[in-house]
């Protein structure tokens, strides 16, 4: 992810007219909002123009927005600002960035697959740290089939998702929910059309893990 020439392609992407992915919720993180209680503390990661992180604010949750583009987290302030609601965000590299533990209740990761295997391995790791006991992960990505439909996501089969993987990666959280599946999305111009997803909603342990 590091590196001048990705920054600029993601500023680029994020520096045409519109939001590339939409402002409203992905549908399956709005799915989970039984999960969700006002006054939680919120990770949206890779949140991009903030429609995932601007949804989340507007039930009631204390959110952080991080990404690696600065003109994408301006337009989700400027989201933000139109719907009324508070929204921190803080460019980052989640390779170099400093997590923490147990700072949140809720974590986000939407399509969050720009990550080749040793960054995710990673990136699960600070997820599962960064949680609360008791706390949630909202994930939804692509599986390796999406590569045939060619509607959104990374070019490599490598940085999907599988439920095994899921399930390695987060051994020991309480899966809530979990679901492959195929099905056409629309997501402002960037994710269109029929797509192989995965769904997994799942709760770390209450005692320390």
Do not use: C
């Given at each position: ?70 003109i ?62 008791g ?49 056409a ?25």
């Open positions: 992810m590091t590196g001048t020439p990705e920054l600029d392609r993601w500023n680029a992407r994020f520096g045409a007219e519109g939001y590339l992915f939409g402002t409203e919720p992905n549908s399956f993180l709005a799915s989970q909002r039984h999960l969700l209680r006002p006054g939680q503390a919120a990770l949206a990661i890779a949140d991009g123009e903030g429609r995932n992180g601007v949804w989340l604010a507007e039930q009631g949750l204390d959110v952080l927005s991080i990404d690696f583009s600065p994408a987290l301006a337009k989700a302030r400027q989201l933000a600002e139109r719907r009324g609601v508070a929204l921190k965000t803080e460019v980052v590299d989640v390779a170099a960035w400093e997590w923490g533990a147990a700072r949140f209740d809720v974590v986000a990761a939407i399509f969050v697959q720009f990550a080749a295997p040793p960054l995710r391995r990673l990136m699960f790791q600070r997820i599962r740290d960064v949680l609360r006991p706390g949630a992960l909202i994930l939804q990505g692509y599986r390796p089939e999406q590569i045939e439909y060619k509607t959104g996501g990374p070019s490599h089969r490598e940085n999907m998702y599988t439920a095994a993987l899921l399930r390695e990666a987060f051994d020991g959280f309480e899966i809530l929910h979990l679901r492959e599946h195929d099905d999305i629309r997501e402002g111009t960037a994710h269109v059309g029929m797509s192989a997803l995965i769904d997994f909603a799942a709760r770390k342990p209450a005692a320390a893990g």
